[in-house]
């Protein structure tokens, strides 16, 4: 795996800055103690300075050196509403307006990544993965040539051989049901993201149905999203429409498609609607015994992720890293 001792490693070369929208959490203060202690991430904690200090204090955490920035004294806000003004201006968003809805740490983070105070942002550790992505989706925007933001994880275990086993799935928390193109552009997507892990991304297009096997649009989906996606990355080994089993066992692939290069050795999934998606990387977290990295936010300008609210302390800290690691 390309593992985390490599990321900090080029985090080290070049240290980056990560805005954390909650800033009184306690799971948030001890990944941010943790990383004032090194110096590759430096945490930018959003809140009232004297909450935020308290709150340290009472849960234990040493957060001296950390910068924490209070929407309501911060002496670029008037800035800052301009700017949310202008890039809402098609919406009829006043100052007014913009002041009460960057008032929300979570507008507020992100609108400290457009402005080049940060350079990503972490956020959903008590509110859902929806208010992470839309303040995302107004502000940040889709990089050129996206049409939208899609989610990747990444699964890892240790292996047999002493070489930990690292799986992508996507989409597993963004798109409720993708098109044909949607899926392709989540494929290219996700395969960059996979690349970053150290993954050589052989991708499946998973469906009920093994190349014909099955009926229905479904599987009609899949298929043709797999020859477009195979089309537009034609140096990505590309496999669809396959079944699960299909697509990373040897001995069914020898039986299902023994002429596929993907099939029985696929290492990264692209799931026909959000529902599969979500189970699918569930399954292989709890009863795989894989560790589930992400959701990691894919095809936006700047790195904006989002936490799980049953997360824990060490979950936010390697999400951190992973945030950092996509700038």
Do not use: W
Not at 110 to 115: I, Y
Not at 223 to 237: C, E, G, L, S, V
Not at 281 to 290: E, H, L, S, T, V
């Amino acid at each position: 795996m390309y593992g985390f001792g490599t990321m900090i490693a080029q985090l080290k070369k070049n240290p980056k800055t990560i805005v954390f929208t909650e800033g009184t959490d306690p799971r948030i203060l001890e990944a941010a103690s943790r990383l004032l202690a090194s110096s590759f991430l430096h945490p930018i904690l959003v809140g009232n300075e004297e909450d935020v200090l308290n709150a340290a204090e009472e849960a234990g955490y040493n957060i001296r050196g950390a910068q924490i920035i209070d929407s309501n004294n911060y002496d670029r806000f008037d800035e800052m509403v301009e700017r949310f003004c202008e890039l809402r201006k098609g919406k009829g968003v006043t100052p007014e307006d913009a002041r009460k809805i960057l008032a929300q740490p979570n507008y507020f983070g992100t609108m400290l990544v457009e402005m080049g105070v940060a350079d990503s942002l972490l956020g959903g550790a008590t509110y859902s993965t929806a208010d992470t992505v839309r303040p995302a989706l107004q502000i940040i925007k889709t990089k050129p040539g996206n049409n939208i933001v899609s989610s990747c994880f990444i699964l890892v275990r240790p292996g047999a051989t002493g070489e930990n086993e690292v799986l992508a799935m996507s989409d597993c928390a963004i798109n409720i049901n993708p098109t044909e193109d949607e899926l392709v552009e989540i494929c290219g997507e996700t395969v960059e993201c996979a690349k970053i892990f150290g993954v050589d991304p052989k991708v499946a297009f998973l469906s009920y149905s093994t190349l014909g096997s099955g009926k229905g649009p479904d599987v009609e989906k899949m298929r043709n999203a797999a020859i477009k996606a195979k089309a537009k990355f034609p140096n990505t080994p590309i496999e669809g429409e396959l079944q699960f089993d299909a697509a990373v066992s040897p001995r069914v692939a020898r039986t299902k498609c023994p002429k596929s290069e993907v099939a029985g050795h696929a290492n990264t999934f692209i799931f026909p609607d959000l529902s599969s998606g979500n189970m699918g990387y569930k399954i292989a977290q709890r009863m795989g015994n894989f560790e589930a990295y992400g959701p990691i936010l894919l095809g936006l300008n700047a790195p904006v992720n989002d936490l799980s609210r049953g997360c824990n302390a060490i979950e936010v800290y390697s999400m951190a890293i992973i945030t950092a690691a996509l700038v």
